[in-house]
Structures are given as structure tokens and as C-alpha cells.
């Protein structure tokens, strides 16, 4: 269908991921006339589960971290979501398999260490890059280099140490059997949204801002733009008056690359229920592997970095090979017949992401502050990677998108603000 200028707004959101989902049901809950224009054909963002099948997958994000403080849990679970408390079994390996229980728990150690260390770098220092706070010549350092592929989205020589010490995580992480693409996306029910309607350019330069998307024009009194830094960083929309802070900011959060495969197990039931293994404790190019989640014959292969861009640039299927390899090494050739391709990933090659979740480049951990800055009480920014401790999460980015919302009702008038906030 398509728009036309004279359908005028209050406020346009733009992005139906967790940010400006969130943005959304804050709206929702004034009588301002809103709406949400998502370029993809559903809701959710990086948040996206598979249906068809045996199970629901989650594709993108797949973990309500800081569980015990993230307010999607409750949102959630009033909404009929049932939650798996089972925490993770990640840093260990299951049977000890090329992993000895004595050296987990010296990995552990390490890796609590690097930790403390992020958290009491002094903020009021210069930033550096996370991997001079590696302890030299330490066994681990490779292993603790992949789990920051896997957290962060790449090696911790590309991260900034400040990022990392301002990151927030109380270690309690819950999952969704329903999915949690399809938890998200169930936010958007009875909210205006229009799938398949990208926005090419915003026009603030007059009393209203015109909006132009591929179906047509809008104009609105606010914009709430809950792009992913991948896109703001090469303009993928035009702004009127340009807003190089904003793309110069976003440039120094680039999206990390996180990709998964899924494969089918036979013979299940001799392996049990929410194991893991890493494939390699001696290298930081390996895969991260939950075994049986939530007890289904599956296992979901995590990889991350320089890794998993070279097994996107490798072509389909580069995923599961690489997996079915590291697993037959750990547990036997015979698992090679054991193991068939079910789905993997390449969000580095979606067209509305190129990649998985931001983190900042050493020297730039402040540019989440500026990123997030309204421009001329007319333009807001929201999504994960404008969230000061939660960065890279949904929750984190479902914040940000309420936090937008406020802003945006505030600027508009006490009382429709009011009315928010009750």
C-alpha cells in the first residue's frame, strides 16, 4: 500500500527489532499517533526464530542474559513464555574430553583474572585494546581470545578494555523453549507496524521531518531510528541535514560477527542434556557446542570473529563442515554418520544487519553516549549498541527503545509524557 506525506505522525520508529519494539509498546500506551516501518518481511530484528521443524531455533539471539535483572523475563512470562532455568554449562567440557577437570578449573581461573582486571581498569585512563590485559605467555590466552569472539563478536585485540569494564552481567542467563525471536516478535502484536517498507532518507531540515521510504513519504513531529551501527555507519539512509557525529560514532562500534549452525543428532540419548564442548582448548579459530538444548537430538555449533567471517566467505554448508571436523576429532569418526545439517547462519551477509551485535574499538567506548544523543529534540537513537552496560543484548536494546520512547514523549508535552509514565 502505498504512503503518502499527507499521513502525519507524532512519532515514527524505525526498526521492528527489540529496540523499537520496546519504543513501541511505550507509545502505545499514550494517544499520540505512532507508527513502526521495519524493512523486513517480519518482526523481530536479530532476534529470530525458526518454526518450521521438530523445534523452534533461535537464529539470532538465544539467551536472556542477566536474567535476575532483565525486565524481558517478566514481560515474557506473562505473555504465556516458558522459561528454562538450566544455566549454561559454558567454560566446561562435558566428560572431560580434551579438557581435563583440572585444567577447567585453571581456565577458569584465568578467565576470572582477565575479568577483574576489566573491572577494575581505571576508567579515567587511556583506553586500550582488551588483549594487552592478557597475562603474557599465559596457556589460555587462545581460549579466552574465542570467548570474546563469542561474547563480543570478535578477538580481544579489536575490543576496547573500557567497553568491556563497563559491561554489566550478574552470570545468570535463562532461555526461551518458544524461542526468543518469537518472544520478541510477539511484542509486536496489535502495534501499527509495516513490514517491507525500508527507509531511504529523513529530512529534518523543516518544521516537520519527512521520511522517505520505498513505498512513499511520511511526515512526523519525532523519528526514533533503532538501525544497527553496520547501517548508520554507511548511511544507509540519507539525513537532511547530514549527521556525520552520528556515522563517525557508530563507526567505532562496528557489528562483531556471531553465527550458528544446527545439527541433528542420532542416538541422542548417549549424550546428555545441555552439555558443551569446545572444540579446541588451544586455539582461538574453534567452535563453541551446546549439546542436547533442552534435551532435543540437536546440538548448536557457536562460532565467532575472524571465524566465522571466513566460514561465511566460505559458502553454505562451510558451517557444518567445519563442525562436523572439530567434533569428529573430539568424539570419534564414527560421529561424522552421527551428525546431519539442519540450518546455519551468515549475519554478516543479511542485508539489514552485516553482523551480530556491536562492541567498541579500543579509544572508542564513548561513542555508545554519542550515538544515543537526541539531535535537536527531534531525532532519537536506540538499540543495543547505544546501551551503556548492556550493550550487544536484547534487553539491552529493548531499554534503550523505552528510554527513546520517554524522550521522545517528553519533547512532545508534559501530558502525554505523564500518561507514559504511569
Known amino acids: 500500500m502505498p504512503l503518502h506525506e499527507s499521513q502525519s505522525f ?78 549454561p554449562a559454558w567454560g566446561t567440557q562435558t566428560f572431560d574430553l580434551g579438557f581435563s577437570a583440572a585444567d577447567q578449573q585453571e581456565f577458569q581461573a584465568a578467565a576470572d583474572r582477565l575479568q577483574a582486571r576489566f573491572d577494575s581498569f581505571d576508567p579515567d585512563a587511556s583506553d586500550v585494546a582488551s588483549s594487552t590485559l592478557l597475562e603474557a605467555g599465559s596457556r589460555w590466552n587462545p581460549l579466552l581470545d574465542a570467548i570474546s569472539t563469542y561474547m563480543s563478536g570478535a578477538e580481544l585485540d579489536r575490543v576496547s578494555a573500557r567497553d568491556n569494564r563497563n559491561y554489566h552481567d550478574t552470570h545468570l542467563n535463562w532461555r526461551i523453549r518458544e524461542g526468543y525471536g518469537q518472544a520478541i516478535g510477539s511484542l509486536g502484536q496489535g502495534l501499527p507496524i509495516r513490514l517491507d517498507c525500508p527507509v531511504t532518507a529523513i529530512d529534518h531540515s523543516g518544521p516537520l521531518v519527512r521520511v522517505e521510504t520505498a513505498h512513499g513519504s511520511l511526515t512526523t513531529a519525532k523519528v526514533i531510528i533503532t538501525l544497527p551501527t553496520s547501517l548508520l555507519a554507511k548511511e544507509s539512509i540519507r539525513f537532511t541535514p547530514a549527521l556525520p557525529d552520528k556515522r563517525e560514532a557508530a563507526a567505532g562500534l562496528p557489528l ?27 586455539q582461538t579459530m574453534t567452535g563453541s557446542y551446546h549439546l542436547r538444548p533442552f534435551g532435543r537430538p540437536l546440538i548448536e555449533g557457536y562460532f565467532g570473529g575472524q571465524l566465522a567471517g571466513d566460514l561465511e566467505a566460505a559458502g553454505p554448508g562451510a558451517f557444518f563442515d567445519f563442525a562436523v571436523a572439530e ?26 544487519a552485516h553482523g551480530a551485535y556491536s562492541y567498541a574499538l579500543p579509544g ?59
Open 10 to 87: 507524532d512519532v515514527i520508529i524505525i526498526g521492528a527489532g527489540a529496540a523499537g519494539l520496546g519504543a513501541a509498546l511505550q507509545l502505545a500506551l499514550t494517544p499520540i499517533r505512532f507508527c513502526l516501518l521495519e524493512a523486513r518481511d517480519r518482526i523481530g530484528g536479530r532476534a529470530h526464530t525458526l518454526t518450521q521443524g521438530l523445534y523452534p531455533l533461535d537464529l539470532g539471539c538465544g539467551w536472556l542474559h542477566s536474567a535476575d535483572h532483565n525486565p524481558l523475563v517478566s514481560i515474557l512470562e506473562q505473555r504465556g513464555f516458558t522459561l528454562d532455568r538450566t544455566l
Open 256 to 282: 562483531g560477527l556471531a553465527d550458528k549452525v544446527l545439527l541433528g543428532l542420532d542416538d541422542a540419548n548417549d549424550w546428555p542434556a545441555d552439555g558443551h564442548f569446545f572444540g579446541s582448548i588451544t
Open 327 to 352: 567434533l569428529s576429532m573430539l568424539l570419534g569418526s564414527d560421529m561424522r554418520h552421527r551428525l546431519h545439517f539442519v540450518v546455519e547462519t551468515r549475519w554478516g551477509q543479511d542485508p539489514f
Open 364 to 422: 572508542h567506548a564513548g561513542a555508545r553516549a554519542r550515538l544515543a544523543a537526541l539531535v535537536d529534540q527531534r531525532l532519537f537513537f536506540a538499540g543495543e549498541a547505544c546501551s551503556p552496560h548492556a550493550f550487544s543484548t536484547a534487553h539491552g536494546a529493548f531499554m534503550t527503545g523505552e528510554e527513546a520512547a520517554l524522550q521522545a514523549l517528553a519533547a512532545l508535552g508534559t501530558s502525554v509524557f505523564a500518561k507514559a509514565r504511569e
